[in-house]
T-cell receptor, first 113, second 113 residues
Framework: GENVEQHPSTLSVQEGDSAVIKCTYS??????FPWYKQELGKRPQLIID?????GEKKDQRIAVTLNKTAKHFSLHITETQPEDSAVYFC????????????FGTGTQLKVEL | DAGITQSPRYKITETGRQVTLMCHQT?????MFWYRQDLGHGLRLIYY???????DKGEVPDGYVVSRSKTENFPLTLESATRSQTSVYFC????????????FGSGTRLTVV
C-alpha cells in the first residue's frame, strides 16, 4: 500500500515569514495529493489539493508543488499569520484506490508574533 | 459542513464493553470512511465504504466492525473495547471523483478505561 512521510513534525516561524512542509510518497501510481488544516479541537479541513497532471497550484497565500519523479510534494505558505497556526496533514491517493487517502503524520505549525 | 454529523462527541466506556459510533451524511456521497487520530500517527484508516452494502478494511481494522445498510449512515462498532482504542475518531465522506476532497465530521473523542 501507499506510505506517506511528512516533515518536519513541528515548525515555528515568525509572522510574515514563509513556511514549507514536505511530504514524500512511496507509490508512483498515486494521483491525488490534498492538504488538510486542523485547528485545535476541530476537524481537518481541505485547504488545497493537486492532481498528478499538474506541477503547481496556488490559492492566495498557499501553494502546493508536486515532483512526480522524486515522489514528493510540498505545501508553501507565504506571509504567515497567527491564524495559520494549526496542524497540517498531507495525503496521497492511489490511482484506482477507491478514494482512500493515506495521510502523513502531521506538522504542527506555530506562527509567532 | 453540517452535512456530516458524528455522535456522540465524547464517550467514556469500560474495557470489554461494546461501543457504537454514529456517522450520518446528507449529501448522498458514495464514499464514507472511518479514521482514528492518535498523536504521532496522524490519521489512520480503519474501514471505508464505496456504497451501501460495500465495505472494506483499511490500515487498522482489528477490533472494529462497520455496516452500511443505507447510503447516509456508516456506524463504527468496537465489539469489545480495549484501552488501545482510546482515540479521536473521524468519519469522512466524499463523492466519487474526489472533486472536493474529503469532508470530515467533527469527531468523537473515545476514552476506554
Amino acid at each position: 500500500g501507499e506510505n506517506v512521510e511528512q516533515h518536519p513534525s513541528t515548525l515555528s516561524v515568525q509572522e510574515g515569514d514563509s513556511a514549507v512542509i514536505k511530504c514524500t510518497y512511496s507509490d508512483s501510481a498515486s494521483n491525488y495529493f490534498p492538504w488538510y488544516k486542523q485547528e485545535l479541537g476541530k476537524r481537518p479541513q481541505l485547504i488545497i489539493d493537486i492532481r498528478s497532471n499538474v506541477g503547481e497550484k496556488k490559492d492566495q497565500r498557499i501553494a502546493v508543488t508536486l515532483n512526480k519523479t522524486a515522489k514528493h510534494f510540498s505545501l508553501h505558505i507565504t506571509e504567515t499569520q497567527p491564524e495559520d497556526s494549526a496542524v497540517y496533514f498531507c495525503a496521497a491517493k492511489l490511482t484506482g484506490g477507491g478514494n482512500k487517502l493515506t495521510f502523513g503524520t502531521g506538522t504542527q505549525l506555530k506562527v509567532e508574533l | 459542513d453540517a452535512g456530516i454529523t458524528q455522535s456522540p462527541r465524547y464517550k467514556i466506556t469500560e474495557t470489554g464493553r461494546q461501543v457504537t459510533l454514529m456517522c450520518h451524511q446528507t449529501w448522498s456521497h458514495s464514499y464514507m470512511f472511518w479514521y482514528r487520530q492518535d498523536l504521532g500517527h496522524g490519521l489512520r484508516l480503519i474501514y471505508y465504504s464505496a456504497a451501501a452494502d460495500i465495505t472494506d478494511k483499511g490500515e487498522v481494522p482489528d477490533g472494529y466492525v462497520v455496516s452500511r445498510s443505507k447510503t447516509e449512515n456508516f456506524p463504527l462498532t468496537l465489539e469489545s473495547a480495549t484501552r488501545s482504542q482510546t482515540s479521536v475518531y473521524f468519519c469522512a465522506s466524499s463523492e466519487q471523483g474526489l472533486i472536493y476532497g474529503y469532508t470530515f465530521g467533527s469527531g468523537t473523542r473515545l476514552t476506554v478505561v
